[in-house]
């Protein structure tokens, strides 16, 4: 009791949810693509009431001690314990061994689109970690040196060399000032030195700075190639410099830095002239957890929502009573179940060789369709909160900054585009792979027959750039409706379908009609 006023119509938690055990739609979909359960992790992540950790990982963000007293450099990044914690919860749990250690890429998509849900800053590291393993099988010593670390379910941070490690990250520096996406317009040199190269340049963007190691890309002779920058020597630190960390929208507790190679030691991973052709490997399988994290950021918008709306009144009804937001609710649901189901969908096409054709260019549609939906349906959940939902106290800023960071991360939406019609062009097992998925749902609804209909000719290829957006919006809908007509036939496919495919919707979520709002929240999971 206040001494003005009595607190009330307040939702008040009185505890952390369980990200597993509360969502029995992600326990469907991933049950569909053959994925193992998660409730250890979700009881884990319960029992230490990982959403603080991740609030105070956010609160005391990286700092960067470029020099030590002495006015030597030395180059470290400092993390609060509460990051370091959720890295070890998260490594523990087999976020970056799962696939490479008996598990499955879909167990992993599953594990990414939880933790995102509790703190995305620590999903970079353990992200990059987890490509980098198909990457590094370019040259059998570095993988045998690196890999069994990599896939070792353990997080040991200590700055010292691979070797006296029992388990690692791997981090990413490609970019530059000059070239972003551009890496052929890359400058940093690469001179041979024995058994080995020294580099010399920047890299504009080095995500996860404290990383036992980084893929990079330099001009050799042969042209760009590929190469492994250990963090830590024998003697000391490699001659990488961290020249700042950037001051981003959001990711708060994770670093990412400007860096510098003075003569850094490295050793090249593929052929020169060939590092597009080697680190793609690594790109192809961030490019899934990017296209995974906005389902979990999504669910975790709509659960704070859902959870509010049960339990804040007004005009003598709960929120959740009222028509009106349980039809916007519903429309955001789609959205999500629809991001979730396909992200889940393309991973267990990663489990299997035969598939690989059809993952290369669904990833893709994945990565771009719930990347461009995560924004608009965090910013509508944040405003079913009402200016309570603009405050730091709840998670909804933090989720909104997060929100279009991954359609930024590995390919922008653009490049996204670009690289489906040259996939469409180039590579015609992965274009016949999709077809043939897209028809595998033909027959269960007349709707998505005839929209299917409608654009099954441009899949040979021949779409001008200037339409790749439309197309890709497009093509991933289809394949979206597909799936859902798989593994969540009936009110769900069907509401998808009828505001998706067909014409029934405005252009603001809950501008729709023709949904069955009620079995589509139902699928929420406890309020």
């Keep these: 009791m206040s001494a003005t006023h009595e607190v009330f119509n307040q939702p008040h938690r009185t505890g952390p949810r369980d990200p597993w055990a509360d969502d029995p739609t992600l326990q469907q979909h991933l049950a569909a693509q053959g994925g193992i359960p998660q409730e250890a992790f979700g009881r884990a992540a319960a029992e230490l009431d990982a959403w603080t950790l991740g609030e105070e990982a956010r609160r005391m963000p990286p700092r960067l001690i470029a020099f030590d007293r002495t006015g030597r450099r030395s180059d470290v990044v400092e993390f609060h314990p509460a990051y370091h914690r959720l890295m070890t919860l998260g490594m523990e749990a087999g976020y970056s061994a799962a696939p490479w250690t008996g598990g499955s890429h879909a167990t992993h998509a599953a594990l990414v689109y939880l933790v995102t849900q509790i703190e995305p800053g620590v999903c970079c590291p353990m992200t990059m970690s987890y490509a980098a393993v198909p990457a590094l099988r370019a040259d059998p010593d570095?993988?045998?040196?690196?890999?069994?670390?990599?896939?070792?379910r353990g997080y040991h941070p200590a700055a010292r060399p691979i070797e006296t490690k029992g388990a690692a990250t791997l981090g990413m520096a490609m970019t530059e000032k000059q070239g972003g996406s551009d890496v052929r317009a890359n400058t940093t040199r690469a001179e041979p030195a024995g058994d080995h190269y020294r580099l010399t340049g920047h890299k504009w963007f080095c995500s996860a700075p404290m990383s036992d190691g980084f893929l990079t890309l330099a001009q050799a002779p042969a042209g760009l190639t590929c190469f492994l920058v250990p963090r830590w020597l024998d003697h000391g630190p490699n001659a990488?410099?961290?020249?700042?960390?950037?001051?981003?929208?959001?990711?708060?507790?994770?670093?990412?830095?400007e860096i510098e190679y003075h003569g850094a030691l490295a050793y090249r991973l593929g052929e020169e002239g060939r590092g597009v052709a080697t680190i793609i490997e690594m790109v192809h399988h961030t490019r899934l957890d990017t296209a995974?994290?906005?389902?979990?950021?999504?669910?975790?918008?709509?659960?704070?929502?859902?959870?509010?709306?049960?339990?804040?009144?007004?005009?003598?009804?709960?929120?959740?009573?009222?028509?009106?937001?349980?039809?916007?609710?519903?429309?955001?649901?789609l959205d999500w179940e629809g991001a979730t189901a396909l992200g889940l969908?393309?991973?267990?096409?990663?489990?299997?060789?035969?598939?690989?054709?059809?993952?290369?260019?669904?990833?893709?549609?994945?990565?771009?369709?719930?990347?461009?939906?995560?924004?608009?349906?965090?910013?509508?959940?944040?405003?079913?909160?009402?200016?309570?939902?603009?405050?730091e106290e709840t998670p909804m800023p933090m989720l909104y900054r997060e929100a279009p960071l991954n359609g930024i991360w590995e390919g922008s939406g653009n490049v996204i585009c670009l690289d489906v019609l040259r996939?469409?062009?180039?590579?015609?097992?992965?274009?016949?792979?999709?077809?043939?998925?897209?028809?595998a749902?033909?027959?269960?609804?007349?709707?998505?027959?005839?929209?299917?209909?409608?654009?099954?000719?441009?899949?040979?290829?021949?779409?001008?750039?200037?339409?790749?957006?439309?197309?890709?919006?497009?093509?991933?809908?289809?394949?979206?409706?597909?799936?859902?007509?798989r593994t969540a036939p009936g009110p769900v496919a069907d509401g998808y379908i009828a505001t998706r495919l067909e014409a029934n919707r405005g252009l603001t979520p809950g501008a729709m009609t023709g949904i069955d709002d009620d079995a589509i929240l139902e699928r929420l999971g406890p309020a």
């Design 441 to 485: 749902a033909t027959g269960a609804d007349r709707r998505y027959d005839a929209a299917l209909a409608a654009h099954d000719g441009r899949f040979g290829g021949g779409v001008e750039e200037i339409d790749a957006r439309l197309f890709t919006e497009r093509a991933a809908t289809l394949l979206t409706a597909s799936v859902l007509l």
């Design 240 to 257: 990488i410099h961290l020249m700042r960390l950037k001051d981003k929208l959001g990711n708060h507790a994770n670093a990412s830095a």
């Design 423 to 439: 996939s469409l062009t180039r590579d015609p097992e992965a274009a016949e792979a999709l077809r043939l998925d897209l028809a």
């Design 142 to 152: 570095l993988a045998a040196t690196w890999i069994p670390k990599l896939t070792a």
């Design 345 to 391: 969908r393309v991973a267990a096409a990663f489990d299997d060789p035969a598939q690989r054709p059809f993952a290369r260019i669904a990833v893709a549609l994945a990565k771009y369709l719930s990347n461009k939906r995560c924004p608009v349906v965090t910013a509508e959940a944040m405003e079913v909160l009402g200016g309570m939902g603009y405050v």
């Design 292 to 333: 995974m994290a906005p389902a979990g950021i999504m669910r975790a918008a709509l659960a704070e929502a859902h959870w509010w709306t049960a339990r804040r009144t007004a005009f003598q009804r709960k929120l959740i009573d009222q028509p009106l937001m349980r039809r916007v609710l519903a429309d955001l649901a």
